[in-house]
């Protein structure tokens, strides 16, 4: 049962343009929610996250927006630049605080 | 400050060996967690050590174990090795137990044949 889902394996957008990765949850228990960049050959690389007592959390280019009510999170790039090609991945942190669930990723290609 | 590391990058087995995989935290961490990511899927939680002891363990069999050593570096053991046990296996550290501040290593690809 996955508790955390990505459900587009991967998006193409082009350079200047917006990005923006889905997430979805099951798991109301989960109170911290991570986005991780992976590029090939390397571990995964943390880029934002955000309590569940917000709705919005912003970094530069970066902005996470978290809907509670529909358990759903999505992460904003704008503007998408060639660099941010790579798998973009969430991840939803239990109450414990010991334990990351990820979702399956996105392959993000942002074309020139 | 150096970062996470791990040993070896590559490695290929047999099935039904034994293989440990080493992870060295950030300096000040002194929490390591391990995940397994399998070819086109999430990284999957394995366990957590904090200060030496296992602080949290995901659904795996009990042929994984590991070990923290008072350096804060880890391993993570695999016996009888099964061919779904091919994988990246990624360790992460933290300064406290909360994995908000994870920082991960580059991962272990292993291959069981």
């Known amino acids: 049962d996955q508790q955390v889902k990505q459900n587009s394996p991967s998006l193409s957008v082009q350079e200047g343009r917006i990005s923006i990765l889905n997430c979805d949850y099951t798991?109301?228990?989960?109170?911290?929610f991570l986005w991780y960049k992976k590029y090939p050959a390397e571990g995964p690389t943390f880029l934002i996250s955000i309590s569940s007592i917000k709705d919005k959390n912003e970094d530069g280019r970066f902005t996470v927006f978290l809907n509670k009510s529909a358990k759903h999170l999505s992460l904003h790039i704008v503007p998408s630049q060639p660099g941010d090609s790579a798998v973009y991945f969430c991840a939803a942190m239990n109450n414990a605080g010991n334990m990351l669930t990820f979702g399956g990723g996105t392959r993000l290609m942002v074309k020139p | 400050e150096t970062g996470v590391t791990q040993s070896p990058t590559h490695l290929i087995k047999t099935r039904g060996q034994q293989v440990t995989l080493r992870c060295s935290s950030q300096?000040?961490?002194?929490?390591v967690s391990w995940y397994q990511q399998a070819l086109g899927q999430g990284p999957q939680f394995i366990f957590q050590?904090?200060?030496?002891?296992?602080?949290g363990r995901g659904n795996f069999p009990p042929r994984f174990s590991g070990l923290q050593f008072p350096n804060y570096s880890s391993e993570l053991n695999v016996n009888a090795l099964e061919l779904d046990d091919s994988a990246l296996y990624l360790c992460?550290?933290?300064?406290?137990?909360?994995?908000?501040?994870?920082?991960f290593g580059q991962g272990t690809r292993l291959t069981v044949v």
């Open positions: 300096s000040g961490h002194n929490t």
């Open positions: 992460a550290s933290s300064p406290v137990e909360l994995n908000t501040e994870a920082f």
């Open positions: 798991n109301s228990m989960f109170d911290y």
């Open positions: 050590y904090y200060r030496e002891e296992e602080n």
